[in-house]
């Protein structure tokens, strides 16, 4: 591997075990299968390519051992020519740590057999939002039957339905003592109803046993599945989240397979059907949008009555995931944060490392209170 291209210097810690494997990177790009601290900066020649490969060195897979120290935040220096962009100083976050409550939280979803979309979406922000014990639980299995142009979640033969699910995902809520969970899912094509069932199951479960919990439902699109979404908007989920991802006209490269019209449609009957629920979508900057296209967005998601908007970084899961066009300063998300508030949303969530459930309980109790002045103000 050595004079391939790339140099890689990662400061205090360095997540360095089994490099044979990187001169062939996966599809996931999960070069390193575990992580141990070093003492110093560690200098380390990867293949080419390698920071277009994985947002944050990828060190986290299914199989991690836990660090000794906490770590400290990641530098990254790039040589690499033409190959690859070199990271600006917004985009940094630190290396999941060893804190007790990380550690417990990996632990307890490990034990219960239960995905999640930090994992599998190579999350930049899992270190954080772990050692809060907060976790995104994906349910459905861990594999696709879509094949989105930025998404790193596998695709392939789905995983049966299992159905004692739902009471692991309830399980894992209560022992985490989650005062908000998001549920998410994989797209499967290949059921009647799309998966929908399982939500309300999961819902259900979570209701009988953490009652004070609030319960955020991402959901991929259901499409061509009629009634779908009406379906679980009817089990009364305190927030129906569908993200449109991106503008129409990138749609046949980065979401194939979806339809733009359908997954607003969705989000108006989830918001005709139960009008007390909250809803929301999330689209990313960095894959060609253009200004007009992203404002374009917006308004229609203010027509399908969205209340809460995120808008965050696309970052380049792998050399094979679509590429990323730019990096969007923070003062741009900033902008984009004014001008959603101006069009009427509740909720705007808008920064370089914005995703769908980054403090998602945090942002349903600002949801709730931006609700509350609206009722006073509009009293």
């Not at 508030?341 to 459930?357: D, E, N």
Request: hydrophobic residues 40%; charged residues 25%; proline residues 7%.
């Amino acid at each position: 591997m050595a004079g391939s291209g790339i140099n890689i210097t990662v400061n205090s810690l360095d997540y360095i075990d089994k490099l044979d494997r990187l001169s062939g990177l996966s599809e996931r790009a999960s070069g390193f299968e575990r992580y141990h601290a070093r003492r110093g900066p560690v200098r380390v020649p990867l293949p080419t390519g390698f920071i277009t490969n994985g947002p944050f060195l990828r060190p986290w897979s299914r199989d991690l051992e836990p660090m000794t120290s906490e770590p400290e935040a990641i530098t990254i220096s790039v040589d690499a020519g033409r190959t690859a962009q070199r990271r600006p100083p917004w985009i940094k976050v630190r290396a999941p740590g060893t804190s007790p409550a990380y550690t417990e939280t990996r632990e307890l979803l490990r034990g219960l057999e239960l995905n999640t979309v930090c994992e599998e979406a190579a999350c930049p922000n899992i270190g954080e939002c772990w050692s809060r014990k907060h976790a995104t639980l994906m349910i459905l299995g861990s594999v696709c039957t879509r094949k989105c142009g930025f998404c790193n979640v596998k695709t392939g033969r789905p995983d049966r339905v299992d159905p004692d699910e739902p009471d692991r995902v309830a399980d894992a809520v209560r022992r985490l003592a989650l005062k908000h969970v998001v549920i998410t899912s994989v797209d499967r094509d290949d059921l009647e109803d799309g998966g929908a069932g399982q939500f309300v199951a999961c819902t259900e479960a979570i209701r009988a046993k953490s009652p004070e919990t609030t319960i955020e439902v991402l959901t991929p699109d259901f499409l061509r599945k009629p009634g779908a979404a009406l379906l679980v908007a009817a089990a009364r989920p305190d927030v129906y989240n569908h993200n449109l991802e991106t503008v129409p006209r990138l749609y046949p490269r980065a979401r194939r397979g979806a339809d733009y019209r359908a997954s607003l449609d969705l989000l108006t009957a989830a918001k005709a059907a139960e009008p007390v629920i909250f809803t929301k979508s999330g689209i990313m900057l960095g894959l060609g949008e253009e200004h007009d296209e992203v404002l374009a967005v917006l308004d229609d998601m203010r027509a399908a009555d969205v209340d809460f908007v995120t808008i965050g970084q696309y970052l380049r899961p792998t050399q094979k995931h679509l590429p990323m066009s730019r990096y969007a300063p923070p003062q741009e998300f900033e902008e984009w944060a004014e001008i959603a508030r101006a069009k009427g949303f509740l909720m705007v969530a808008s920064s370089p490392l914005t995703r769908s459930s980054y403090h998602a309980d945090r942002d349903f109790e600002k949801l709730l209170a931006a609700r509350r002045e609206l009722a006073l103000g509009s009293a």
